[in-house]
Structures are given as structure tokens and as C-alpha cells.
């Protein structure tokens, strides 16, 4: 079973997977994979000749795996709201980037996500509850974390459960990052502003061995930019970047990350060191058939661009994202374990 990273994906119904912007959750109860992201399944259109192209809120689908290569569709697992247009979620608004962590001492399945509407001047996240993983969800509020804008976002779950959310604020200028609640259903007190001046969006955040990654891109709307790496001892900082991770094909393809955009990055149990790089190969033109490009992620290996040790990291730290026009997962890899 291959990957075949910006080739058309279908699903066990021999349909295109509609899970774009999204992230995986491991479920221990089911024994399955989900995978969360937005359903663009829809006519793409500008409300005015200087807007960026949308589609339509439909929703938030799920698929459910147990291999990460063969996806069955479970469904809509959070619809848009067709009629209501005060409603967070009504067609006509945005829902972008949904995540979903479980909350092991309330038994919720929780998702965030980033809601705006058509001008993005909302800037604001959404959270959802369910007491499964394959939905239905139920939509709660949206707010503005600590009174900032919140446009790219994502949230991380760390070893001890504690919970966090990274998001773009301040016209994108910046990332902040918050713990959340023990419930997982607000944010706390604390906030930590991190990557200023920097511009970047599209984080998406994973650990080993105590050291804390996160991959972003640049702020370029549809069109693919450079990738950065960063990396902290402390979730909430202060991180610092590490430089492009991507690795193989040519410059054009190293400096636009493949023509992606991250979205995610899975770590593989039982093989340390080894995550999946997902990330979204937007079609602007028409966001329905924008693909999925996943890609082996490695901590150790070698990448483009020296790195500046100045602040203490050691050279394991590097971060590497291998292109493949196909790849497919080490057959010692027998799922979660």
C-alpha cells in the first residue's frame, strides 16, 4: 500500500477524500485512526472580484482507519447550518483547520477549530463536543482567545493530558500559545506570544523525547511558500527555528514545501523518531479537488540548510520532510502499538 503524495486520494467508497485542512486522532477505545478536516465539496466562487475563493460551508467530515492508507467515510461529523445566518456555522461563513484530542476525564471527544466569516474579520475559534469519535458533534461557541484575533490554529494534547492551543493572531504577525482547561473546552489565563514578526501560519505541533516541534508556513493565502521547523524545551516557549525541513526534489519544490501547506504531523508509535507529514495541496481554482500530500518526517536526518546551534539545541534536533513521488509505510509498522 502506497502513498502517492497530490494524487487524487479515494476512500473505501471509491470517492475523493474531503478531509482538508484536518488532523488525526488514534482512538484507544475503537482501535481505529481518525481523520478529521474540512469538506470542500462544493462550487468554488468569490463573493467579490478582490476576495479569496471559498466554498460553502458543508462541513466537518470524518473518515476511520486502521492502516492510515484505506479510509472509510464516516459521515459529516459537524454540518454547516444551512438557513441560520446568525449561526456560527452557516453556509455562508467559514470553517477551516478542525482538530479533535479526547479528553480522558470527561469521556468527550473535542474539537477546535477556526471560525470566521466571508471577510475573515471574525477571527475567532469554535469548539464541538462529542462522546464519540465518529460524531455527531455538537457546536458549542466561538470566542476570541484571550480578546486577540485567531485565524490559522491548531491544538496539541501532551504526554501528562494537558492540552494547548497555538494560533495565528495580530494580522498573522505572530503564533500565541494557551493552555487549555482541563475539560478542554476553554482556554486559560496563561498566554505566551511566540514566533513575533515572523509571520507564520499553518502550525502544526509534535514531541519526542521532550523536546517540543512545529512545523508552519509562511503567510501567502492559496499560493505554497517555505516550510520552517522550530523547536523548544517548554511548550510555551521560547521556540526557535530550526530552518526548512524539506528535503529532495528540486528548489522550486523545497521552497514552496512540496506545493503544500501543513496541516499535521502524526508520530508513528513504535517507530521513535518517525512521524507523517500531512499537509494540503490547495486547488484555489477549485477547492474541491485540492490534495492531500503526506510525507515521511524525520528528527535526526539531514536537511538544505545549516542550522544555528547558538540557542542550544543539539544537532538531533534537525527536522527533515523527505519528498517521494511514492512511498509506503516500514513493513515492521503494524499499526498502534
Known amino acids: 500500500m502506497y502513498f502517492y503524495p497530490g494524487r487524487v486520494w479515494l476512500d473505501t467508497d471509491g470517492h475523493a477524500i474531503q478531509a482538508h485542512g484536518g488532523g488525526i486522532l488514534y482512538d484507544h477505545i475503537t482501535a481505529k485512526y481518525y481523520w478529521y478536516g474540512e469538506n470542500k465539496d462544493g462550487l468554488t466562487y468569490q463573493t467579490h472580484p478582490k476576495s479569496t475563493n471559498r466554498v460553502d460551508i458543508i462541513g466537518v467530515s470524518c473518515y476511520s482507519s ?20 446568525t449561526h456560527d456555522l452557516h453556509k455562508s461563513k467559514v470553517l477551516e483547520r478542525p482538530k479533535v484530542i479526547y479528553n480522558d476525564h470527561t469521556g468527550q471527544y473535542v474539537m477546535w477549530m477556526h471560525i470566521d466569516d466571508a471577510n475573515y474579520t471574525k477571527a475567532s475559534v469554535g469548539v464541538a463536543v462529542s462522546t464519540s469519535p465518529s460524531g455527531p458533534f455538537t457546536y458549542l461557541y466561538s470566542f476570541r482567545p484571550h480578546g486577540f484575533e485567531s485565524r490559522d490554529m491548531t491544538i496539541f494534547k501532551d504526554d501528562d493530558g494537558s492540552a494547548y492551543l497555538f494560533y495565528s493572531s495580530r494580522d498573522n504577525t505572530e503564533l500565541h500559545v494557551s493552555p487549555l482547561t482541563k475539560d478542554y473546552l476553554n482556554i486559560m489565563v496563561a498566554m505566551r506570544r511566540i514566533l513575533i514578526r515572523r509571520h507564520r501560519e499553518a502550525p502544526a505541533v509534535f514531541k519526542l523525547q521532550g523536546t517540543y516541534y512545529m512545523i508552519t508556513s509562511g503567510c501567502s493565502g492559496w499560493a505554497p511558500n ?12 521560547p521556540w526557535e527555528t530550526l530552518g526548512n525541513p524539506c528535503v529532495g526534489g528540486n528548489r522550486f519544490f523545497r ?7 501543513s496541516t499535521f504531523v502524526l508520530p508513528l508509535p513504535g517507530l521513535p523518531g518517525t512521524f507523517i507529514f500531512m499537509a494540503d495541496r490547495w486547488n484555489p481554482s477549485n477547492l474541491r479537488d485540492s490534495r492531500y500530500v503526506w510525507l515521511p518526517l524525520f528528527i535526526g536526518g539531514l536537511a538544505d540548510e545549516p542550522l544555528d546551534y547558538s540557542f542550544g539545541f543539539p544537532a538531533w534536533s534537525r527536522v527533515s520532510i523527505y519528498w517521494h513521488r511514492k512511498w509506503r509505510l516500514p513493513e515492521s509498522w503494524k499499526g498502534y502499538t
Open 226 to 237: 517555505r516550510a520552517l521547523a522550530h523547536a523548544a524545551e517548554s511548550i510555551m516557549g
Open 255 to 261: 521552497l514552496t514545501t512540496f506545493l503544500s501547506q
Open 66 to 85: 486502521k492502516d492510515l492508507w484505506s479510509w472509510t467515510n464516516e459521515g459529516i461529523v459537524l454540518p454547516g447550518e444551512p438557513t441560520n445566518v
